[in-house]
């Protein structure tokens, strides 16, 4: 990544980007358009409703969460016309919700989803509500996976997500710096249409480019030397080894914590993320001094809730190159310091 900067509209980009692209959309497991943006996960989120969308236009919102609740925010900015459908923070968004509210409301446009709910460490079931939306409505499907994708399995074609996207600073072991988006035929039939505000995340100017192998705007090169570099690594790899690691580190985690006496938020085992685990904060213990040693004496940083789970929970990210000796010295840093503030 600190190799020196190359023309962007020269040979060697055109290849850089190539290669990424066609890399990326294995990853994707999609044959639908890709592009790499330069912003960071939100940039693409914001690129998947202006590029569909019209003021106005009808749009359900599922969300269990607040990543959930900020992709609907998004959908506010540009005017939409939101119905939000909530579930308990903590358990999976109901696939038989959304078919009620796509009964409920037949000029619904689209629907919202986040695959993976990283405030909860709930992984939603795609694959249902994909087969809801799309199977069974027709609807546009515009999913946030920017804390899934990569590391758990999502096959865009096998379950016909319309929009899916992505960050480079979770999933794919490199730093902030780019999004990822894949953009299918549907989509590209809305965008026709779509009259929402764009210009940087306009889609078909990227498209115009991408032909050419390049971006509208000066590309962050530093981090598409990462990828490149980490998509190498996935496709070594495998995709099969790389969800098989996730699994078997995500449990690691989960068994090692609820062996401490620990409780876990998600409670539907099926559903429980296997990048991040999110645990219950015991009640009487105070969550900002527990985590405070754990960072300075442990050097262990975990985070804490958000939203209305501030204070209730505390998170461990377990993304990418972390390993299951990373994870157990976490549980030892844990064993040491909740009996410390009272567990
Ligand atoms: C991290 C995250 C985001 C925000 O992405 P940025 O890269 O910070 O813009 C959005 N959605 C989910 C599910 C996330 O985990």
């Given at each position: 990544m600190s190799d020196h900067m190359i023309n962007h509209r020269g040979p060697e980009f055109f290849e850089l980007i190539t290669e990424c692209t066609e890399k990326l959309k294995q990853v994707f497991m999609t044959e639908n358009d890709l592009f790499i943006l330069t912003s960071s996960g939100t940039g693409a989120l914001e690129a998947s409703i202006v590029n569909t969308l019209s003021p106005g236009d009808k749009v359900l919102a599922a969300s269990a969460g607040s990543f959930g609740d900020r992709y609907a925010d998004l959908l506010d900015a540009y005017g939409a016309e939101v119905t939000r459908i909530t579930f308990e923070w903590g358990e999976p968004i109901d696939p038989d919700g959304i078919r009620q509210g796509l009964k409920d409301d037949p000029e619904i446009k689209a629907v919202i989803v986040t695959h993976n709910e990283t405030s909860t460490g709930?992984?939603?079931?795609?694959?249902?509500?994909?087969?809801v939306v799309k199977g069974e409505f027709g609807k546009l499907l515009l999913v946030d996976a920017v804390s899934s994708l990569g590391c758990v399995p999502l096959p865009v074609d096998g379950w016909d997500c319309d929009v899916v996207s992505t960050g480079?600073?979770?999933?794919?072991?490199?730093?902030?710096?780019?999004?990822?988006?894949?953009?299918?035929?549907?989509?590209?039939?809305?965008?026709?249409?779509?009259?929402?505000?764009?210009?940087?995340?306009?889609?078909?100017?990227?498209?115009?480019?991408?032909?050419?192998?390049?971006?509208?705007?000066?590309?962050?090169?530093?981090a598409m030397y990462g990828l490149r570099a980490a998509l190498e690594n996935i496709m070594d790899e495998g995709m099969e080894g790389v969800f098989g690691r996730h699994?078997?580190?995500?449990?690691?985690?989960?068994?090692?914590?609820?062996?401490?006496?620990?409780?876990?938020?998600?409670?539907?085992?099926?559903?429980?993320?296997?990048?991040?685990?999110?645990?219950?904060?015991?009640?009487?213990?105070?969550?900002?001094?527990?985590?405070?040693?754990?960072?300075?004496?442990?050097?262990?940083?975990?985070?804490?809730?958000?939203?209305?789970?501030?204070?209730?929970?505390?998170?461990?990210?377990?993304?990418?190159?972390?390993?299951?000796?990373?994870i157990q010295e976490v549980l030892d840093a844990l064993g040491r310091v909740l009996p410390r503030v009272g567990f």
């Open positions: 709930v992984t939603h079931d795609l694959q249902s509500i994909a087969s480079s600073q979770k999933g794919f072991m490199i730093p902030p710096g780019l999004a990822f988006i894949s953009f299918g035929r549907d989509a590209w039939e809305a965008q026709k249409e779509a009259a929402m505000p764009r210009f940087y995340f306009d889609l078909e100017e990227a498209k115009k480019y991408l032909d050419r192998g390049q971006t509208p705007w000066t590309p962050n090169l530093s699994a078997s580190i995500g449990q690691f985690t989960r068994d090692g914590v609820r062996a401490m006496g620990l409780e876990l938020l998600c409670a539907d085992e099926a559903r429980a993320s296997n990048t991040v685990t999110a645990v219950k904060m015991p009640i009487h213990i105070d969550g900002e001094q527990m985590m405070e040693i754990m960072r300075t004496e442990e050097n262990v940083v975990l985070a804490g809730g958000q939203g209305k789970l501030t204070g209730h929970i505390f998170r461990i990210g377990i993304w990418a190159t972390l390993n299951e000796e990373h």
